[in-house]
Structure formats: C-alpha cells, structure tokens
C-alpha cells in the first residue's frame, strides 16, 4: 500500500518562499506528482520527478529524495493567485503503474 | 482543445434514484479514472480503466459501476445511491505505454448531494 503525509495548512506572505513537504511511504515507485487546486475546481498539475534532484519551472520548484521517501514543493514569489490547496501524488505499480494515489493535500493561504 | 468533460456539474438526487455522470476526454487516452475528494480525505480512487472494455475496482469501489465501451467515454453509475456517496467527483484521464511522467487530467468535477 501507499501513505503520504503532507501539513494539512500553512501560512505565507505575499512575495516570499514557501516550501511544502511531502512523505511517502510506497511498495513501488514511478513517481511524485504535484497538483494545484482551487477551492471547487480540479486538480491541475504542476511538476513531476522521478529521479533523485530538483525540477525547477519558473516560480515553482519541486525536489524528490527516493532514498528518504520525501519531496517539496518551492513556490517562490508568492501572489495572492497562489492561495490554493497543493497535492502531493505518488505513482505506483497498482493500475498497470498508472494509478495516483493523493495526499490529503497542504491549503496555502497567502497574506498581504 | 484538450480536455476532459464531465455531467452534470451539480447533481442533486434522492435516495435509491439511478444516476449516470458522464465523462468524456478528446486526447485519445487509454487511462481514465473516478475518484471522489472528501474533506479530511483526499481524492480517493473508485474504478479505472486500462483500455476499452478493460474496467478494475480502486481503492472505494462499493455502490459504483463503470463502462468502458468507448475509448474516449467513461462513465460512474450509481445504480442506488445514498447519502454516503454526497462527495466531489472528478473524473481523470492519461497516456499510458511506459510513459511514467504523464500526468493525469481532470475534468471540472460533478458535485452530487444524495438526500
């Protein structure tokens, strides 16, 4: 089976960096995903490692360790348009190694 | 443009009515997928589909069905629904062949109260 821990909320101020984790715990590996979702509306995706090492795209950076089974999301920058709930993701082997299985996600709630 | 369309966005039943939300992906997706998001629980996976004809439960599959008679078609059926199932629904669909980084796509969601 999989579990994935991420903070259930966090606070930033508008124009810094914020970094959200994600740990997980997985019986195969095919990769961590990272979604954005606004209240009501569907998950869109945001980054995707597979190897150990940052992946960066513009405002948004997102790391994975296999060995230590954790990741982050580093948004820098911050807008207000950023408020939003972040999924961590990890593919496995179930579903022919398609199937996601989500974290209960981190709300970001950015401050003036 | 590319896109997954789910129906109805809002749904609001009784009881024991059958229901059909209805799913549609233009990108020629062999993976699809229903998953429903509850508070405090994440989205949660309920059927998915490898291919045509090809359907295989999730993690909670109990009072849904699925088809998959159309490569580009998905359907969730709730034959008897009941206030249990009141949830977010999204339904989601990728490649697949060995293409690990393809990311899943959703559509809008189907918000259902079952009273």
């Known amino acids: 089976g999989q579990n994935i821990d991420q903070p259930t909320e966090m606070t930033a101020t508008e124009g810094a960096i914020v970094q959200i984790n994600c740990t997980y715990q997985t019986s195969g590996f095919n990769g961590l995903f990272w979604y954005q979702q606004h209240a009501g509306e569907a998950p869109t995706f945001l980054s995707y490692?597979?190897?150990?090492g940052l992946e960066e795209k513009g405002r948004f950076s997102s790391f994975l360790s296999r060995s230590k089974g954790y990741s982050y999301l580093l948004l820098k920058e911050l807008q207000m348009k950023d408020s939003a709930s972040y999924l961590c993701a990890v593919r496995g082997l179930a579903g022919g190694g398609n199937k996601l299985t989500f974290g209960t996600g981190t709300q970001l709630k950015v401050e003036l | 443009e590319a896109q997954v369309t789910q129906n109805p966005r809002y749904l609001i039943t009784v009881t024991g009515k059958k229901l059909t939300v209805t799913c549609s992906q233009n990108?020629?997706?062999?993976?699809m997928s229903w998953y429903r998001q509850d508070p405090g629980l994440g989205l949660r996976q309920i059927y998915y589909?490898?291919?045509?004809?090809?359907?295989d439960k999730g993690d909670v599959p109990e009072g849904y069905k699925v088809s998959r008679k159309e490569k580009r078609n998905f359907p969730l059926i709730l034959e008897s629904p009941s206030p249990n199932q009141t949830s977010l629904y999204f339904c989601?669909?990728?490649?697949?062949?060995?293409?690990?980084?393809?990311?899943?796509?959703f559509g809008n969601g189907t918000r259902l109260t079952v009273t």
């Open positions: 990108m020629n997706h062999e993976y």
């Open positions: 989601a669909s990728s490649r697949t062949g060995g293409s690990y980084n393809s990311p899943l796509h």
């Open positions: 490692n597979v190897l150990d």
């Open positions: 589909s490898m291919n045509v004809e090809v359907t």
